[in-house]
């Protein structure tokens, strides 16, 4: 268990519909990255927040949105939901911002399925 | 072309033999590699992680980088069906936070 909780585990929506992911880091962890794994494209990274702020961006898009709350838990906000959307969505948390030292570690990941 | 690629698999080997896994990447900026675990239906752990070229021992792990040839590998010694999982290499640039991985070799041990 790496301390990280994703909620949900498994979440099945319609196209164009609106989801709500959660993650709450590791005690202690400042710093939150969003992934999205799907078969074809591997494990790509979304976005990363460190300590309320976001701190880079990566693939993410436009319908899909993030923040981190006082508490330092997490939401990803994904809208206007496409087939393509289905993947896990794993969430990871280190102490501080990761210069390759600080380890990530991740949460269980939340499965999507968009019908 | 993808700044890392890695052989999907799947890889199957028997139990007690040398399992190598390997990534090669384009973007020499990469200075942090690193190798996650993947079991079905979990989150990747880290397995190693080496800065730089070199060779980084852990238990039955070993992870090697060669920066001139812009390739890193995981050698697994004694395997065992427990190191059955997908097998991720992933690279981060200096001052860059954001990890690129591979898209994962799945390796299965046979008994």
């Known amino acids: 268990d790496s301390g990280v909780t994703q909620t949900p585990k498994h979440l099945i929506t319609a196209t164009g519909q609106r989801v709500t992911l959660r993650c709450s880091p590791r005690s202690g962890d400042l710093s939150v990255y969003w992934y999205q794994q799907s078969l074809d494209q591997g494990l790509q990274f979304l976005i990363q927040y460190y300590n309320g702020e976001e701190r880079a961006k990566g693939n993410i898009l436009e319908r899909f949105s993030a923040q981190q709350f006082p508490d330092l838990h997490s939401e990803l906000n994904l809208s206007s939901l496409e087939l393509g959307d289905s993947a896990l969505y794993f969430c990871a948390s280190s102490v501080t911002p990761s210069t390759g030292q600080e380890t990530q570690y991740f949460g269980p990941g939340t499965r999507l399925l968009v019908l | 072309q993808k700044e890392v690629e890695q052989d999907p698999g799947p890889l199957s080997v028997p139990e007690g033999a040398i399992v190598s896994l390997n990534c090669t990447y384009s973007?020499?900026?990469?200075?942090?590699f690193m190798w996650y675990r993947q079991y079905s239906r979990k989150g990747p752990e880290l397995l190693m992680y080496?800065?730089?070229?070199g060779n980084k021992e852990d238990g039955r792990f070993t992870a090697q980088v060669d920066k001139s040839s812009k390739y890193i590998s995981l050698f697994i010694r004694d395997s065992q069906p427990s190191d059955s999982a997908t097998y991720l290499c992933a690279m981060e640039r200096v001052g860059n936070e954001k990890l690129t991985f591979g898209t994962g070799t799945r390796l299965t041990i046979i008994p």
């Open positions: 080496t800065y730089s070229s």
């Open positions: 973007n020499s900026a990469f200075q942090y």
